[in-house]
């Protein structure tokens, strides 16, 4: 139902690298920027990354993000255990006239 | 600390309503874009509704149009959700969270449960 798509899982070892990409369209991603989101369960959402690739001070630098046309991804890199958890990207759209969120990855550390 | 505090779920029979209110402390509240965004069970977040900071612009999601309103009280620095017609897809945790350009949704309550069911 959601109008970005993101891949339901991904997965990595202990200091690799993982990337999580977020398909949308002109009327999203095209045109506006993206968030992203962090959530383990049972938990609120947290601001991991917003203005494409802008990163609050308190999130590590080992989380990034990009955007190229009507797509975007999230890189962490040094995986870590306790990046364990679900990641969202977000946007407004300007057809819907309100925000979307991506379906969702589920971030597992081998 | 900065804080929102969602209060106000609970049960409630298809085709009833409810009305979810979030406090905030801490931060101007009256400057604030506010908004809720709903998780179902198992499922990913859905951006619901939204006001601006003096409750005169709302937005909603197709899905609770009609249904749903949205409104502030800045005087009491609380966001609400009214909701009627009530469905089982209606069934989430909803948060609120703090809006505005660029770092939209950058606090977030601890949410509140909605269980839509008979």
């Known amino acids: 139902q959601s109008v970005l798509t993101q891949p339901p899982s991904a997965s990595g070892t202990p200091g690799q690298r993982v990337s999580i990409s977020c398909s949308g369209s002109s009327s999203n991603i095209g045109s506006n920027t993206v968030k992203w989101y962090q959530q383990f369960p049972g938990t609120a959402p947290k601001l991991l990354i917003y203005l494409n690739d802008q990163r609050p001070s308190e999130v590590p630098d080992r989380f990034s993000g990009s955007k190229s046309g009507t797509s975007a991804s999230l890189a962490i890199s040094g995986l870590q255990s306790e990046d364990e958890a679900g990641y969202y990207c977000a946007t407004w759209d300007d057809s819907l006239n309100g925000f979307v969120f991506g379906t969702g990855t589920k971030v597992t550390v081998l | 600390e900065v804080q929102l505090v969602e209060s106000g779920g609970g049960l409630v029979q298809p085709g009833g309503s409810l009305r979810l209110s979030c406090a905030a402390s801490?931060?101007?509240?009256?400057?604030?874009?506010m908004h809720w965004v709903r998780q179902a069970p198992g499922k990913g977040l859905v951006w619901v509704a939204r006001i601006n900071s003096d409750g005169t612009r709302t937005n909603y999601a197709d899905s609770v149009k009609g249904r749903f309103t949205i409104s502030r009280d800045n005087a009491k620095n609380t966001v609400y959700l009214q909701m009627s017609s009530l469905r089982a897809e209606d069934t989430a945790v909803y948060y609120c969270?703090?809006?505005?350009?660029?770092?939209?949704?950058?606090?977030w309550g601890q949410g509140t449960m909605v269980n839509v069911s008979s």
């Open positions: 969270t703090r809006g505005g350009a660029p770092r939209d949704f950058d606090i």
């Open positions: 801490r931060f101007t509240f009256s400057s604030y874009w």
